[in-house]
């Protein structure tokens, strides 16, 4: 089968497409042919064995795949053949074909396309886990969120907006704002004005933001917790800016505030319940149409390369995806 292979932390200029073995079907098991994979910012830096671990070499990136059930193991009886799943794993989606624990999978439902089942899992489990379980957002707050046309972004524009919120969407173009519109922003706020918290006071009455969902980092995210509202909560996702901000203590003492690690890749070691309880609640919004993945950039499989340049210059909208043919 055909693969993307990372033999070298690189760029990703110096990965290609290579022909590897089909995996093979294991105890528990699930092989996947592959219809759609996604590519986020975390994808990219592995590539470049830039991020906090580092995946041995050599190995096929991109975490999060949605495509038909191609064989499974003889233990397994959740998942037949031609069944439509998606899946999340540590790595190996940019293939033809996956093999993965057959409890890494979930039923797609038959309205959902493979590209938008592929954009589903990750960005927005992060997302409602941060509203949800670290920041308790509550029907009526002030949710602002940074970076918010990206992958992770408007994955938490929608949930804010479906948990009552009322979601101001910051971001750094017009056609960024009118996106997260688009998507259930009520307001927008354009970062890179010198004014900008300005604006946000106005829009606020003077009462800041209830919560901050932050996947940014930089300068931004130290002026938007300079805004934040008495007792708010200021969520940490991570640092798309590529600079990790230092915050003073007497901020949070200032504010009443609370600053929040949220880090998708803990979740369900550490809080199972949580997890099943959040995954349970995203898919049942998924079903009913509440919720519709925002799908970014499609490439095709031979075009990988220009979701990962698209991601890293920040000019996405939504989550970046390669469709397989």
Known sequence: MKAVVVDSYNSIDGTSIKEIDTPGVSKGCVRVKIGAAAVGFVDGLKVQGLYQTKDPLPFV???????????VADDVTAFKPDMPVIGMTRSGALAEYISVPSAALKHLPPQVPFEAGASFQA???TGLYALDARASLRDGEI?????AAGGVGIAAVQPGKLMGARVIAAASTAEKRAFAVQFGAGQTIDY???DWRDTLKELTGGHGPDVIFDPVGSEVALQAFRSIAWR????VVGFASGTIPALAFNLPLLKG????????AQIQKREP???ARLMAQLFDWLASGKLQPVVGKVVPFENFRDAFKTMQSRSA????????G
């Open 192 to 194: 890179t004005r010198a």
């Open 123 to 125: 960005n927005y489990l």
């Open 61 to 71: 990136p991109s975490t999060e795949f949605a495509g038909i059930v191609d064989a």
């Open 232 to 235: 708010g909560r200021h969520l």
């Open 273 to 275: 319940e949580t997890h």
């Open 143 to 147: 949710l602002l969120v940074l970076g």
């Open 257 to 264: 505030g609370a600053l929040l690690g949220v880090d998708l």
């Open 317 to 324: 909208l939504g989550k970046m995806i390669v469709k397989f």
